[in-house]
Structures are given as C-alpha cells and as structure tokens.
C-alpha cells in the first residue's frame, strides 16, 4: 500500500540557517503530494502541494518540489525564522482508491533565536 | 468563516464509556474523515465518508464507530473496545476533485 517515510526529527536550526526536511514515498500511478504542518495543541494547515511529476509547491517561503524519479518531495527554506518552529507532515493521496492522505509520521522543527 | 468545527476540545472519560466526538463542516464538502494522532506518530486513518449514508473504514476502525446523516456532520464515537483510546483525534473534509484536506483543530480525549 501507499505510505510516507519522513526524516526523524527534533531538527534544531538557528535562526536564519537553511532548512530541509526530507520525504520520499510509495505509491503505484500518480499521487498528488503535500506538506502540512500543525503548530501546538493545533490542527494539521496544508503548507503547499504538488499534483505532478516536476511540479514545485511553494508558500511562506517553503518549497518543494515533486521528484517521481526518486519518489521524493524534500521541504526546503533558505531562511528559518522562530516563528516555524512547527510538526511538518509530508503526506501523499493516491490516485485510485480511497483517496484520502496518507501521512508521514512528522518531524518536529526547533528554530533557537 | 467556513471552516471545521471540532467538539469538544478537550475530553475525559472512565475506562468503559463510550464517547462521541463532534464533526461539522460549513464548506459544502462532500468526503470528510477521522484521524488519529499519537506522540510522535503521524496521522492514522480512522474512517472516512465520500457520501452522506456512506462511509468506510480505514486502516485503525476497531473500537470505533460512525455516522454520515448530514453532509456537515460526520460524529465519530469511541467505543469501550477501543483497547487504548487516549489520543488527539482531528476531523478533516475535503472536495472530492483537489484532494486538499481542510482540518478541525482537533479533539484531545484522555481515559482516566
């Protein structure tokens, strides 16, 4: 079946440093992919997505972009700021059957003044 | 707004009672969904409805139950066979088409 596989966090930054997060997966066909991330004691706010191979999602700052040949989708900002500091959940829908998201089991980010 | 309401947010219950989560959408959608999250995993699909009077399970359903009366609401009941119910549970819908899940801010239940 579809899954996720995320990198282990707690990822510690200083402020400002480049951050990457990375994601790969599998799946069969052609998933659309997305980044999500849920700030404490709150629900998951989609980040940004991509619905096809070479595809680049962006917003705030983050992107990332659809790799089929590697079967990837890394998140990436050139400049943390604390305010990030946030659960990213990269997560994947399947383009048949019961098209709801599977998740990646998140990575915590910590950015430090 | 449009948006997910989730009640309640916070929830205790004695071992053997089973208890109801609340689920309602203002955003026309038609498929709505349960997760649930444990410290430091990701989400888990509970169930899931495409269509009011339908739903099916996910990949974690045992002890637990749904309903789908009404396209805006989707209540999820955990049940005393649920062997290990403290969790945060988050509600999420969706359009069909996008795929893009619009998520509730989430239910945290704690057994005593």
């Known amino acids: 079946g579809d899954s996720v596989t995320q990198m282990e966090g707690p990822v510690t930054l200083s402020e400002e440093a480049f951050l990457t997060i990375n994601c790969t997966y599998t799946a069969t066909g052609y998933p659309s992919l997305f980044w999500y991330v849920q700030y404490p004691g709150e629900g998951l706010q989609l980040l940004l997505k991509a619905t096809k191979a070479d595809d680049k999602g962006s917003n705030k700052g983050f992107e990332a972009t659809y790799r089929k040949e590697t079967t990837s989708f890394h998140l990436e900002k050139g400049s943390v700021q604390v305010s990030d500091s946030a659960v990213y959940f990269c997560a994947l829908r399947g383009d048949t059957g019961r098209r709801a998201l599977t998740f990646g089991s998140g990575t915590r980010l910590q950015v430090q003044p | 707004d449009g948006g997910i309401t989730q009640s309640p947010k916070y929830l205790f219950r004695k071992e053997g009672q089973n208890v109801t989560l609340s689920c309602e959408q203002n955003l026309n959608h038609d498929a709505m969904y349960w997760y649930r999250q444990d410290p430091g995993q990701g989400l888990r699909l509970i169930y899931y409805?495409?269509?009011?009077?339908?739903?099916q399970k996910g990949d974690i359903a045992e002890g637990y139950s749904v309903s789908r009366e009404k396209k805006e609401s989707f209540p999820l009941t955990v049940t005393s066979a649920q062997k290990n119910p403290t969790a945060f549970y988050l509600c999420a819908s969706t359009e069909l088409v996008t795929g893009e899940l619009f998520f509730g801010e989430g239910s945290r239940l704690t057994v005593l």
């Open positions: 409805s495409q269509i009011v009077n339908d739903f």
